[in-house]
């Protein structure tokens, strides 16, 4: 009998704290999307601007003119292209993270309704314990549900670091991927300066268009890498510092547009990426020693249960 209370206690629990995890990842969901809107918004302003400076550089304009006969106007209008390119490719990119975390939320409210009747399920919970508890008038069956509580929030705790470690060895594969694209770029930029011609300067606007591409898998992977992080229960001298996350693909189309137009440097980019790649490996550390911790606390329980177990048999 009461083995399978225990195990009802268990499962109600699990089903209880997942409801209110949910309910707090849907709201952070909608705050992040709320963002991403008004950032889009932003950079379609910015884009339409940028649009219309390179359209007057290139009209017949009284402005374009003058440019023109000072000997600017070449210089002037390449220095619009590649702030609209960065406009162009931040607009994109927001596009794309609107259109993904509105599917997100989406998916998420049909969860937390499936979830709904756990709150409900943990209040008929608390009854029953309080009911084996005086009706068995022993303090070691007390005890054994304490003992119990502690594990399944333990399994849970070791559950969700697992997890947030998987999210961020996602995260590092998807920079590699980048970094791989952009190493490839770098090298046919310095063969295209010592003469490799148009082949290699396709091939390298090839592995930059390749990297561009990674950006937004790069960006996504980080989004739900901070949202994992949400779940977990870190202590002691911990800096997520996850602002970062939210920036990343601005600060890498910024580096990718400046460094695009020096053939035989991709720096900026790769700099941004190797410093992205080192945060990333720093949280995942903490959160694996995070986990041996928990799996370390976990093992001491059972024990405990263990042993009590076989005093009241």
Same mark, same amino acid.
Request: glycine share 4%; aromatic share 4%; proline share 0%.
């Given at each position: 009998?009461?083995? %399978?209370?225990?195990?009802?206690?268990?499962?109600?629990?699990?089903?209880?704290?997942?409801?209110?995890? &949910?309910?707090?990842?849907?709201?952070?969901?909608?705050?992040s999307l709320q963002t991403e809107k008004s950032k889009l918004i932003r950079y379609k302003t910015i884009l339409d601007d940028e649009e219309q400076d390179v359209n007057k550089l290139e009209s017949f304009s009284l402005g374009a003119l003058f440019y023109t006969i000072v000997g600017t106007k070449e210089k002037k209008l390449q220095k619009e292209k590649q702030e609209y390119l960065a406009a162009k490719l931040k607009y994109d990119e927001a596009y794309e993270t609107v259109s993904d975390i509105s599917e997100e939320v989406l998916e998420l409210v049909k969860l937390v309704k499936e979830y709904q009747s756990s709150d409900q399920d943990y209040e008929k919970l608390i009854k029953m314990k309080k009911e084996m508890?005086?009706?068995?008038?022993?303090?070691?069956?007390?005890?054994?549900?304490?003992?119990?509580? !502690?594990?399944?929030?333990?399994?849970?705790?070791?559950?969700?670091?697992?997890? !947030?470690?998987? !999210?961020? %060895?996602? +995260?590092?594969?998807? &920079?590699?991927?980048m970094s791989e694209a952009l190493h490839s770029a770098k %090298?046919?930029?310095?063969?295209?300066?010592l003469g490799g011609g148009l082949i290699a300067t396709a091939s390298k606007h090839s592995k930059i268009d390749r990297a561009n591409r990674y950006a937004h898998q790069v960006q996504r992977s980080l989004r739900l890498f901070k949202n994992e992080l949400l779940d977990v229960k870190v202590h002691g001298n911990f800096d997520l510092q996850l602002s970062s996350f939210d920036t990343f693909a601005d600060y890498f189309?910024?580096?990718?547009?400046?460094?695009?137009? +020096?053939?035989?440097?991709?720096?900026?980019?790769?700099? %941004?990426?190797?410093?992205?790649?080192?945060?990333? !490996?720093?949280?995942t550390q903490k959160l694996n020693i995070q986990s041996e911790l928990k799996q370390n606390e976990l093992d001491a329980i059972n024990k405990s249960i263990l042993q009590f177990v076989s005093e009241m048999e």
């Open positions: 009998m009461y083995t %399978n209370i225990n195990k009802q206690i268990d499962e109600t629990q699990q089903r209880h704290r997942k409801h209110k995890k &949910l309910k707090l990842k849907l709201d952070q969901l909608r705050l508890i005086l009706q068995s008038k022993d303090e070691n069956t007390e005890k054994l549900i304490q003992l119990r509580e !502690a594990r399944s929030e333990l399994q849970e705790d070791i559950r969700e670091l697992k997890e !947030a470690i998987q !999210a961020g %060895n996602n +995260v590092k594969s998807n &920079l590699r991927n %090298n046919w930029g310095t063969y295209d300066m189309f910024d580096g990718l547009i400046s460094d695009w137009i +020096v053939q035989s440097k991709i720096n900026n980019s790769l700099n %941004n990426v190797s410093d992205m790649n080192r945060k990333i !490996a720093g949280i």
